[in-house]
């Protein structure tokens, strides 16, 4: 009856507990939240001060009494208080109704999508972060199979489908038939390292430093993986290493392109790696389908264009690529069939 009532005035969510970006959805109702996975707190007290847009805003902005933090890394939970409290945050910002009745409301069920890399532990923390935010249930999907339901590809059939998804903290690649992962490889090198190498490159080239939002502006104004037709550039800002003063550099997409070159060409690597362990059956239907890009990583301009030329097949990025992996998740909450034939854990605690 608890259950009944649970479901009743509480929303099943989807979740894509990301590095850089949190999407929650809702069965029905579709992607609700987006916001950045950070959090704002006090750091004698630990009380959240802000989570999201005005925690990143924070990001090195803060005195010394307060820290902004990304409680994720490379996909798995470096801050399990921050995170639980982040996840409560949206579970109760998506239940903003008087519950006065009913104890305990909001519970709902929660689908969420983890690296496929993470440990046991890993495992167990993040559906224990997702139980102390108020979820009845949590059950957890390994990003590269909910990113292959979320781009619609047959996972379900006997042909091999090969997914890559370039997150912030992790790039997932993988191989999917008949609703499991054949081969997989999760690699700790993504979008934050994209950011990484352009504040080197601007420290080693141009002695100038600047922070990671920054660095992460000039990756989406002008950063690409292959050669582009036309040359643009934008201005940064920030602290000449010699003076101490404030510096603005002119950078050109070339030399942005060879800055990311070398994180590029590790997921390159990564990709060929799973091909070589894959086995020769799927080849044919990787050749006939094409390689799927997913994740905010994928919409590098380029990116695409680069792997087909180094792999030799057809890449294709899937429709809202930073959207696939919680698209993905709200199918399994939508379609329950579907939920007990893929490979999933978890459940009631």
């Known amino acids: 009856m608890l259950d009944f009532l649970f479901g009743l005035f509480s929303h099943d969510l989807a979740i894509d507990l990301g590095t850089a970006n949190t999407l929650v959805a809702i069965k029905d109702k579709g992607i609700v939240i987006r916001e950045p996975s950070v959090v704002a707190r006090h750091k004698k007290t630990k009380q959240i001060l802000a989570v999201g847009p005005e925690a990143k805003r924070m990001m090195g902005k803060t005195p010394i009494n307060i820290e902004a933090l990304r409680p994720l890394r490379h996909g798995v939970i470096s801050d399990f208080d921050a995170t639980a409290a982040m996840l409560s945050y949206?579970?109760?910002?998506?239940?903003?109704?008087?519950?006065?009745?009913?104890?305990?409301?909001?519970?709902?069920?929660?689908?969420?999508?983890?690296?496929?890399?993470?440990?046991?532990?890993?495992?167990?923390?993040?559906?224990?972060?997702?139980?102390?935010?108020?979820?009845?249930?949590?059950?957890?999907?390994?990003?590269?199979?909910?990113?292959?339901?979320?781009?619609?590809?047959?996972?379900?059939?006997?042909?091999?489908?090969?997914?890559?998804?370039?997150?912030?903290?992790?790039?997932?690649i993988a191989v999917i038939s008949l609703g499991g992962i054949v081969v997989n490889r999760s690699i700790r090198v993504a979008g934050d390292e994209l950011d990484q190498a352009v504040i080197s490159f601007a420290r080693l080239k141009h002695s100038l430093l600047v922070g990671e939002q920054t660095a992460e502006d000039v990756k989406i104004a002008i950063g690409s993986a292959f050669p582009l037709p036309e040359q643009n550039q934008t201005v940064v800002r920030g602290r000449d290493l010699e003076s101490g003063l404030p510096k603005s550099i002119k950078f050109n997409t070339n030399e942005v392109r060879e800055a990311l070159a070398n994180v590029v060409n590790h997921i390159v690597a990564g990709v060929k790696e799973v091909i070589e362990e894959t086995p020769p059956e799927f080849i044919g239907d990787i050749m006939e389908q094409g390689i799927t890009l997913a994740g905010g990583g994928s919409q590098l301009r380029g990116i695409d264009k680069l792997i087909a030329q180094e792999v030799r097949m057809p890449v294709w990025v899937s429709d809202d690529p930073q959207t696939a992996v919680v698209r993905g998740a709200?199918?399994?909450?939508?379609?329950?069939?579907?939920?007990?034939?893929?490979?999933?854990?978890?459940?009631?605690r």
């Open 330 to 348: 709200l199918r399994l909450l939508e379609d329950q069939e579907l939920l007990k034939r893929v490979q999933v854990t978890g459940g009631l």
């Open 90 to 172: 949206y579970i109760k910002l998506v239940h903003q109704r008087p519950q006065q009745f009913i104890p305990n409301i909001p519970r709902p069920k929660v689908v969420v999508g983890i690296p496929s890399g993470v440990t046991e532990v890993e495992r167990r923390a993040v559906q224990e972060a997702a139980f102390d935010a108020g979820a009845r249930s949590a059950y957890l999907i390994e990003e590269p199979m909910a990113a292959a339901i979320g781009a619609g590809l047959p996972i379900q059939e006997s042909k091999g489908s090969l997914i890559v998804d370039i997150g912030g903290g992790t790039t997932e």
